[in-house]
């Protein structure tokens, strides 16, 4: 026997014999294979145990390594589910996976388990890492696996897309297959946490059965376990999900509507106003802002290309009874082109400026909702923009512009360009027209140039029918969203037969831009909730001041006077009239995140005044009544910027 392995740099080495995984990093170097937790092997993960005997192209995985952390979280993996097989002998165990953010094991029994229950699967799971127990890596018949895993359905439904011979990692008398690379031992999994339990629906369909999903995650090193922990309650403390809870925002059923968000008073206030501020602002830029229906004949979307490209995310249309088939909209984009083609238009019409806070519904498998950021029926700040081909570029800038002021305006200041342009081997996705798409690109690439910005591009991030600038936003949890979009479009004006009337008396085809300026309602405020963690500035609290009366019977009364002052100048006060000690109502609003707490006492309502304390401070201020109005008024003015 002789073979060669082929190194990463290129270089080769020989065997005459056998060798593990390990034994082949010891051979390139002693420190190599103290430090290998894998290897590589023809681009597939493999254990330390792993035997190579042919010819292959191999890379030693070392703890340095992504994807020895990988090994490392699937370890952990394996082991919790040996402990919790021990300790639960009736349980059943779904999918695995480990990750960059960790790991995950599926689980089911009767009484499933709780998040109370993770500290002692902890303790298991330390005494067998202090033990340092083996983990053996061998292979079994299938059938031999499907004897040992009959009473687990959900085991035996993973089986059946194996081979005969299926590779399995065994510690003690635990078996399981589906991992790639484990490490020979528990020892090394020193530095893990148990995070959370969730539920998920077997293989990610609603009709299969929920079972329990235990989050954890696992390092190499302490520090690097404790950084994460800390990122992770910094994450939790500006989830949306939990701050709209905390501040009866919204609120998500599954009972009557997966998906299907519920705004609350004091959430569909911040929405409201952000509303207002939006079509505000697009009408004062030259918008006509529109209504159109949720519902739109299918044919239309066969037209527009949706029905190809979209069908997976559109809804199931309806059958009317008269051969009329109706779709619940998943672009507002056809809505739009119908009032464009309502009437004859005369390049002195252009730009033609469409926009609409448009309801759209798109089918997302439940697996993926999430709190507002991944919703079934959403919202979208939707415009389109019909021009002539010469006016490209400045209504372009126009748009661009429009965006920067609104960032401006609440603060958003982490973003980044990105040009997206098609795929062209992907000729599934967009739209066949090589000439329209090298176009299109080309103009949307120039006017990025004209303006003199820095700009990253991405190929394959297009939409379809068109290449777009993405404005790309650093979420607070570190993740990377599109806030805004500008698309260029030369296939819906074409598929349509959109036309004006040009100066020569001939027809034209006008071109189409497509914008949205923060994306959709659900998605944007759920990224305000997170960037402020639930305390908005004042221009968009629910709540601007929360007014206490020292005493219900003595201040009451001018509690409300105040209240009313404040109505009338269009600011969002309340009174708190409980029967609850002063302290407690302050505490109170401090946790409701209020910008603004008055206390009115004798002193107080004898001045026509009130004593001020701002969130998040220790520092009361007394001041006439007119005087707070001022500030407040002057703080909503300049949204909430610094003076």
Same mark, same amino acid.
Request: net charge negative; charged share 30%.
């Given at each position: ?46 254990? #330390? &145990?792993?035997?190579? %005997? !042919?010819?292959? @192209?191999? $890379?030693?995985?070392?703890?340095? =390594? ?89 085991? #035996? &439904?993973?089986?059946? %897309? !194996?081979?005969? @011979?299926? $590779?399995?990692?065994?510690?003690? =008398? ?470």
């Amino acid at each position: 026997m002789s073979f060669s392995v082929t190194l990463p740099d290129g270089s080769k080495k020989d065997f005459d014999k056998a060798v593990s995984v390990k034994e082949l990093a010891s051979s390139i170097a002693t420190s190599l294979g103290k430090a290998a937790v894998g290897a590589k092997i023809n681009g597939v993960m493999k254990p #330390l &145990d792993y035997i190579v %005997d !042919e010819d292959v @192209e191999a $890379a030693i995985i070392t703890d340095k =390594d992504e994807e020895g952390l990988d090994i490392l979280r699937a370890t952990a993996a394996f082991l919790l589910e040996a402990v919790a097989k021990r300790k639960y002998p009736e349980l059943r165990l779904g999918m695995h996976e480990a990750d960059e953010g960790g790991f995950f094991v599926d689980t089911d029994k009767e009484d499933q388990i709780k998040v109370t229950e993770l500290p002692e699967l902890e303790k298991a799971m330390q005494k067998a890492i202090k033990n340092g127990e083996k983990i053996e890596y061998t292979s079994m018949k299938k059938s031999e696996l499907e004897e040992i895993f009959k009473d687990d359905q959900f085991k #035996l &439904d993973l089986l059946k %897309d !194996e081979e005969d @011979e299926v $590779a399995v990692y065994k510690l003690g =008398d635990f078996v399981d297959f589906g991992f790639d690379a484990l490490l020979p031992n528990t020892g090394k999994i020193k530095n893990f946490k148990l995070l959370s339990v969730a539920g998920a629906y077997w293989l990610g369909k609603s009709s299969n059965p929920m079972l329990q999903r235990i989050f954890g995650t696992a390092f190499f090193k302490k520090a690097a376990l404790d950084e994460d922990l800390k990122r992770r309650a910094e994450i939790k403390e500006r989830d949306h999900r939990t701050i709209g809870r905390d501040l009866d925002l919204f609120f998500v059923d599954p009972k009557v509507g997966a998906g299907l968000p519920y705004w609350m008073p004091k959430g569909a206030t911040i929405r409201r106003v952000v509303e207002r501020y939006i079509v505000d602002k697009e009408v004062a830029d030259g918008y006509e802002h529109v209504y159109t229906p949720v519902l739109m004949n299918v044919d239309a979307y066969k037209t527009s290309g949706h029905w190809a490209h979209y069908r997976d995310d559109m809804f199931p249309p309806m059958d009317m009874g008269d051969g009329e088939m109706l779709e619940l909209r998943p672009m507002n984009c056809p809505s739009h082109i119908q009032i464009y083609k309502h009437h004859i238009r005369s390049y002195r019409e252009l730009p033609i400026r469409i926009a609409e806070l448009g309801m759209m519904h798109r089918y997302e498998k439940s697996g993926a909702l999430s709190g507002l950021q991944r919703v079934r029926e959403m919202t979208l700040n939707d415009g389109h923009t019909f021009v002539a081909l010469d006016q490209i570029r400045e209504e372009f800038a126009k748009v661009l512009k429009l965006i920067m002021d609104v960032y401006k305006d609440f603060d958003i200041t982490d973003y980044y360009f990105r040009l997206s342009y098609r795929d062209p081997k992907n000729t599934d996705k967009y739209y066949a027209n090589d000439e329209m798409w090298e176009r299109s690109q080309s103009m949307l690439k120039a006017a990025m140039d004209d303006l003199g910005l820095d700009y990253v591009e991405a190929e394959g991030e297009a939409a379809f029918y068109g290449p777009k600038l993405d404005i790309q936003t650093k979420t607070a949890l570190g993740n990377d969203e599109t806030m805004s979009t500008i698309q260029l479009d030369f296939m819906l004006p074409e598929r349509f037969g959109l036309t004006y009337v040009g100066q020569d008396g001939e027809e034209h085809r006008p071109v189409m831009i497509h914008r949205g300026i923060v994306g959709t309602m659900e998605r944007f405020i759920a990224y305000l909730t997170e960037i402020y963690k639930g305390a908005f500035p004042t221009w968009l609290a629910p709540v601007q001041a929360e007014i206490i009366p020292v005493n219900e019977e003595a201040h009451g009364e001018y509690a409300d006077k105040v209240r009313a002052e404040l109505a009338k100048r269009g600011f969002r006060a309340e009174v708190d009239h409980r029967n609850e000690k002063l302290g407690y109502k302050i505490r109170e609003s401090q946790t409701q995140k209020v910008p603004y707490t008055l206390v009115l006492g004798d002193e107080e309502m004898n001045a026509n005044g009130v004593n001020v304390r701002r969130y998040g401070t220790e520092e009361q201020i007394s001041k006439s009544l007119d005087d707070f109005i001022a500030e407040i008024d002057a703080d909503v003015k300049s949204y909430s910027r610094e003076k």
